[in-house]
């Protein structure tokens, strides 16, 4: 079975700081494009942030400047780099590998939970 792991997720302040990471397989993380993904309460699931096997990275308009997301093939792993948060970043977030073809399936962690109050 295919696996993705999420871990970091947490309880912060706003313009507080958190690292999410992403456990893969080799054989995923070595073919497929990588993102991150996040669903608020009473909200449908949004793209935050993508990365692709050569290192372009793509953001939601709502993250840009605060998120970097970057990728490590030592360690297969992905990682959100999450800086300045808001209370609106809070969600359960979600890693995501995508082979960007239609006969290969998408794959999704169970997910972490990130809430950001005071």
């Known amino acids: 079975q295919v696996q993705l792991v999420e871990s970091g997720g947490g309880l912060v302040q706003p313009g507080g700081s958190l690292r999410l990471s992403c456990a893969a397989s080799?054989?995923?993380?070595?073919?497929?494009?990588m993102g991150w993904y996040r669903q608020a309460p009473g909200k449908q699931r949004e793209l935050v942030a993508t990365?692709?096997?050569?290192?372009?990275?793509n953001y939601a308009s709502s993250v840009k400047g605060r998120f970097t997301i970057s990728r490590d093939n030592a360690k297969n792993t992905v990682y959100l780099q999450m800086n300045s948060l808001k209370p609106e970043d809070t969600a359960v977030y979600y890693c995501?590998?995508?082979?960007?073809?239609?006969?290969?399936?998408?794959?999704w962690g169970r997910g972490t939970q990130v809430t950001v109050s005071s």
């Open positions: 995501n590998a995508d082979r960007q073809n239609p006969m290969t399936p998408v794959y």
């Open positions: 080799r054989s995923i993380f070595s073919n497929y494009a």
């Open positions: 990365i692709t096997l050569g290192g372009a990275t």
